[in-house]
């Protein structure tokens, strides 16, 4: 009993905070005892609610109440310290309802540390221990605390379950193989779960194979998702542009009407006015003669008479009038039907197209959907036109970058290029800076003695002069070798020889999902040059290799087909008016 009263003592004097005896012990208002430390550290945490509570019975107090230490408390556990008695087991140790308990434990019971197939019985730390020390107990299965041990025990026979029945797919005791289940196919379970655990690992294999294979799918959407928003970002950053020049343009063909209208205004209103002014002077000088001849009338001296009378009839030469054009008030009214009929022109333009833009629109096709068939005409190919800019931090020392970054050229002197692992230290090529997925289409015009058109995986290596970093002579890159006289495809260090018309623009369609790459001979007509059907596995990068000093190749501008019909017809639309 006294034994008792110590235990409760221990378990009294713990603090909930740190689950170990009370340091420096302090009483809240509330009637609860904690470490002064761990209660400060723990208002500390809730000074920003400026409420402090008990972290037992949530006790709220306002203000922080001040801490004193507990003297009674602070002398019964030094006395319990000075005795020897070790604290009582916290909380956290005994079993809960969600916890396995210890079967050999009385009274309150400890949380199981394992659990004996064999017994079968789940112990705490200190009834598992004969089970490390006998030797008989040695030889029982040790497992993690299980609350399924029962499941273990034959229901029937009241026998441990160490066999397995695998006509009925159960698990049986030795009494059950030669009573109902005899002349079955029986096991040992142990046996049963070799051979299921091959069978687990193969199912694993599978699983994880599936799983990479939808992380793939997962970083192809992923990039897939990037390229649309890279796409239509540009679509609306050049829609920008472009009905920018348009309303540029109107801007100014308004500013000129306007201009040419005002100009001609003056010059017409000054010529009016300045035949106005003559007339005005003619008109007075007359009535001034006029007035004079009046009184010349009344003269009744005949010789004054006929002395005055010769000079004041003579009359000056009259301002001519008869140019004077009077019409109704229709001066500039024409320059507004020319400016209306304009108008209407552009609307029908405008209106005709706009439903190819639309349909162009919806017709984008991403990766969930069904592949397009590859386009037939330069104009289809254009659809998916792409602006393809390199990469300075790819670029060989001997590759010199121009107009924006869209020209490489071959050049003697090396270029003081700063230090990057991207760069091709050897082979003078250069990659682009954009990644290639989804649709794209792009176009490359070159001269000198011959170029690579290619692309390539980002991993491709790039220093050394082995084939691993040159374009075309790897499983990483794509190339056609174009030379002034021939055409030949290269991959993994084959080449095919590749006939077709000899021109100095390439150009270069890729479906990315799809698995195919083409290239095309570009003059007059566009000329397919090779195919390529593979599955690409990552995004490509475009490239060039510079096979000569002074060989230059450059990713051409390209526009949309509509939008270029679109803007041609809109200024040929004007030059007529």
Known sequence: MAQKGVQLDQETISCSICLDLLKDPVTIPCGHS???????????????????????????????????????????????????????????????????????????????????????????????????????????????????????????????????????????????????????????????????????EVSRQNIQQRIQDREKDVKLLQQEVEAIDRSADKAVEDSEKIFTELIRLIQKRSSDVKQQVRSKQQTEVSRAKELQEKLEQEITELKRKDTRLKQLSYTEDHNQFLHSYPSLSRLRESTDSSSINIRPLRYFEDVTLALSEVRDKLQDVLRGKWTNILQTVTEVDVLLSNSQAEPKTRAGFLKYSCQV???????????????????????????????????????????????????????????????????????????????????????????????????????????????????????????????????YSISETMTLLHRVQTTFTQPLFAGLRILDFGVTAEFCKLQSAEVMEAIAALRGTEERH
């Open 34 to 200: 904690y470490c002064m430390n761990c209660i400060k550290s723990f208002w500390d945490q809730e000074d920003e609610k400026n409420i402090h509570s008990c972290p037992q019975c949530r006790q709220f107090f306002v203000p922080r109440p001040v801490l004193v230490k507990n003297i009674v408390l602070a002398v019964l556990v030094e006395e319990l310290k000075k005795t020897g008695f070790q604290a009582a087991p916290v909380d956290h140790c005994y079993a809960g309802p969600e916890d396995v308990a210890c079967d050999d434990c009385t009274g309150r019971k400890l949380k199981a540390l394992k659990s004996c197939l064999v017994c079968p019985a789940s112990y705490c730390e200190k009834h598992v221990q004969p089970h490390y020390d006998v030797a008989q107990l040695k030889k029982h299965k040790l497992v993690d605390p299980s609350k399924k041990l029962l499941e273990n025990i034959c229901s029937r026979h009241d026998e441990v379950m160490k066999m397995f029945c695998r006509t009925d797919q159960q698990c049986i005791c030795y009494l059950c193989s030669v009573d109902e289940h005899k002349g079955h196919d029986t096991v040992s379970a142990a046996a049963e779960r070799t051979e299921k655990q091959r069978e687990l």
């Open 389 to 519: 800019t390199l990469d300075p931090n790819t670029a060989n020392t001997r590759v010199l970058l121009s107009e924006r970054n869209r020209k490489a050229t071959g050049i003697n002197e090396r270029q003081s290029y700063s230090s990057h692992p991207d760069r091709f230290t050897r082979w003078c090529q250069v990659l682009s800076r954009e990644s290639l997925t989804g649709r794209c289409y792009w176009e490359v015009e070159w001269e000198g003695k011959g170029v690579y058109v290619a692309v390539a995986y980002k991993n491709i290596s790039r220093a050394g002069v082995g084939n691993e970093c040159a374009f075309g002579q790897n499983d990483k890159s794509w190339a056609l070798h174009c030379d002034i006289n021939s055409y030949n495809f290269c991959y993994n260090n084959v080449q095919t020889p590749v006939s077709g018309p000899q021109s100095s623009r390439v150009g270069v369609y890729l479906d990315h999902r799809a698995g195919i790459l083409s290239f």
